[in-house]
């Protein structure tokens, strides 16, 4: 269907654009006296009308020749061909309207009057069907365009969900390697804390199968699954593992990617705290800052056994969640101060309503 008949408002536009066409022809062929302008509009206006659609014909004529893809000379002569014969369709219905109306009784002679009005119809009605051809290639052109800017936002929208699930697909079993790994070595020293570890752990991942599905959750959701997190660490790690808290209970409303911290607090463990015998103190700080939300872990650790064990992919696929996610209104900002693990993140608080 054209483009314009998909639209009850593009249509009734479209037929009011033709509204001064009529009036100017009416002037046109009323010039001299020969036809009256009374008379003028009773034929012009109906017959403007049946060409407005006539020239909507033009459409599937441009789409079946398309502009670049037509060498010119079959395409003025596809279009000429196509004018001529509208052109005279259009005044050979013309003529046929004023011979019914002369037959009325109500315009006397008019058919003799108006046959010197034909050959400048006849121009006209190839004028317009020009113009008509030049608007329907203009309207291809920018759906085209339009079409072409959809399917590559699609496809930018179709890339980043692939990357993000790739992201996803990268946290998970990485921490579900580290916590195994934890519960074997756990099995014959301690098997009462292998036990609650393993039930722990299967509550961890029952909230990260309810959460983790979902494009965004509250921080104070993203903090119960962090605790939950350094709960099966603590029964790993004992009295190594010390835990701090500072959390601004108003940044719990704030909505973020679930599991957007868990890597930054095994990162902080499994860096930091666990390669050192002394072990150490993780402090976990949130907090509003204006319109966004500040997430702080920090953790102390050993310059040369951190240099050994690397900064892990964790921090890598968060900052490329945060890219994907917000592009540059989120950050994640490492720090390392003497033996101590700074990792800032910044991100915009979106309201769960």
Not at 75 to 95: C, E, K, N, P, Y
Not at 163 to 188: G, Y
Not at 204 to 225: A, D, M, V
Request: aromatic share 8%; glycine share 8%.
């Amino acid at each position: 269907m054209h483009p314009i008949l998909r639209s009850r408002s593009r249509t009734l536009i479209y037929i009011a654009v033709w509204i001064p066409v009529a009036a100017l022809l009416t002037g046109v062929v009323s010039r001299g006296g020969a036809v009256g302008l009374g008379e003028g509009a009773a034929i012009l206006v109906p017959m403007c009308f049946i060409y407005a659609f006539i020239c909507q014909a033009s459409w599937y004529l441009c789409s079946a020749v398309p502009l670049r893809q037509t060498d010119v000379a079959r395409l003025l002569a596809t279009h000429a061909t196509a004018a001529t014969a509208s052109s005279a369709i259009w005044v050979g219905m013309g003529w046929l309207w004023v011979y019914i109306l002369g037959s009325t009784g109500y315009m006397d002679g008019i058919v003799q009057r108006f046959a010197g009005q034909l050959p400048i119809l006849f121009f006209s009605g190839l004028l317009l069907f020009s113009l008509a051809v030049v608007l329907n290639y203009l309207l291809i052109t920018f759906e085209a365009s339009q079409l072409v800017e959809k399917q590559a936002l699609e496809l930018q929208v179709l890339n980043r969900e692939a990357e993000l699930r790739t992201l996803r697909a990268q946290i998970d079993p990485h921490f579900l390697f580290n916590s195994l790994n934890s519960i074997s070595a756990l099995v014959t020293t301690d098997p009462k804390a292998a036990r609650r570890m393993c039930i722990l752990l299967a509550d961890f991942f029952r909230g990260c199968l309810k959460l983790g599905s979902e494009p965004r959750i509250s921080l104070s959701e993203e903090i119960r699954l962090a605790e939950c997190y350094l709960d099966i660490e603590r029964v790993r790690l004992g009295a190594r593992l010390q835990v701090e808290r500072e959390i601004d209970q108003q940044s719990g409303f704030c909505m973020v990617p679930p599991l957007i911290m868990q890597p930054l607090i095994e990162n902080a463990i499994t860096h930091g705290i666990g390669p050192m015998v002394e072990g150490g103190t993780v402090r976990v700080q949130a907090e509003r800052n204006g319109a966004g939300v500040k997430i702080v872990v920090e953790n102390p650790y050993d310059p040369e056994l951190g240099a050994k064990t690397g900064s892990g992919v964790g921090l890598k696929n968060v900052r490329m969640r945060l890219a994907n996610l917000y592009s540059d209104n989120a950050r994640l900002d490492i720090d390392r101060e003497g033996t101590r693990f700074r990792v800032q993140l910044q991100l915009p608080c979106q309201s769960g309503t």
